[in-house]
């Protein structure tokens, strides 16, 4: 997961260098294909950060989830209703020992730290994207 991340992170990135390269003068007319461009990265970068929140939210549920099974976990309260069915895949596999479940419990709360740290760069690209968008574009859109 980590690594479909960063590479759609660094994608996101050259996309922004590159479209910034070629957007040509900034009062003047705009080809508009360099438009449609801005318009789709600006898309993308939305529907990429929308992905990585419910990822945050999935990986969230596993994590409430797994407590509640581990002994003295407590009681299994989620904010959300998750139907047991849609879990219980992630869960089979689950490991018998303590350690490969503390194990586990850390890689989740590292893959969320660094969702969270992708959405935040994702969010700054996009502030930028649309700081650079030249002036005809930002009084469309």
Known sequence: MHKTRTKGCEMARQAHQKL???SGPEDGEIHPEI???YIQLQCCLEMYTTEMLKSICLLGSLQLHRKGK????????LDCKIEESAVTPAVEGSSS???DA????WQVSTDIENTERDIREM???LSKLRETM???????V
């Open 123 to 125: 969010k700054n690209l």
């Open 35 to 37: 438009c449609r461009l």
């Open 20 to 22: 910034a390269a070629i």
């Open 102 to 105: 503390q194990h586990h419990s």
């Open 70 to 77: 581990e002994p003295g976990g407590g009681t299994k309260s």
């Open 97 to 99: 020992s303590p350690t």
């Open 134 to 140: 030249p002036l005809p574009l930002k009084n469309q």
